[in-house]
């Protein structure tokens, strides 16, 4: 059972600078990402050289494994397996994924239907999910970490959810140690989340 394999970023840059502050790579606006799906580009925000954030465009889902037949790895969830150790042990191979919503899918194989989650109506509808980021062969890739699911999401699906991040945990995760930054991967909080769009269950 696959981990949220669609999400939506509909930000303006204006909105990603409220909430994340100031990043080179500006642009007048991006546009509207009504529907990222595995293998498709998305923003992404990193630390450049100089230190400061960036904004670029990636991939979305590493290049797998050759025992996985290298099929694209789009959640990170063993966080104590090598092949996301070292990445989460780099801070500058850290990124934070911009996400206005994101998508589970419930039903029956043949009628599934699309259940969209996001921010409670009182916060700001732009979030961030946790994510690494690597370089390769036609650009950088990105994956983004997975944890236990909360109730809220649990309830469509319980197998797990993507990490979220409040805006004051972003330079906790994109700077923090290893340790630190395993202990951001836990369910967001139910009451600041609220179905957007249930597929008309």
């Given amino acids: 059972m696959t981990v949220c394999n669609l999400y939506s970023m509909t930000a303006t840059v204006d909105e990603m600078k409220k909430l994340f502050g100031a990043f080179e790579g500006n642009r007048a606006n991006l546009p ?20 400061g954030l960036e904004l670029e465009t990636m991939t979305w889902g590493f290049p797998g494994p050759v025992g996985a037949k290298g099929r694209p790895v789009t959640n990170v969830r063993n966080l104590a397996s090598p092949f996301w150790r070292s990445a989460l042990n780099s801070p500058e191979r850290r ?5 206005t919503r994101f998508c589970e899918w419930t039903g029956e194989v043949g009628a599934k239907r699309k259940v969209w989650f996001g921010m409670h ?9 946790a994510g690494l980021w690597r370089p390769g062969e036609g650009g950088p890739f990105m994956a983004f970490l997975t944890c236990e699911a909360n109730a809220l999401v649990g309830a469509v699906h319980p197998k797990a959810m993507p990490v979220m991040l409040r805006p004051r945990q972003i330079g906790d995760w994109l ?13 967001f909080a139910d009451g600041e989340m609220r179905i957007i769009d249930d597929g008309g269950m």
């Fill in 121 to 129: 109506q009182d916060h700001d509808p732009l979030f961030a999910f």
């Fill in 32 to 51: 509207p990402f009504d529907e990222i799906y595995p293998g498709k580009p998305a923003p992404v925000l990193r630390h450049g050289a100089g230190g």
């Fill in 175 to 187: 700077e923090g140690t290893y340790d630190n930054v395993c202990a951001l991967a836990i369910p």
């Fill in 95 to 99: 990124c934070v994924v911009p996400v």
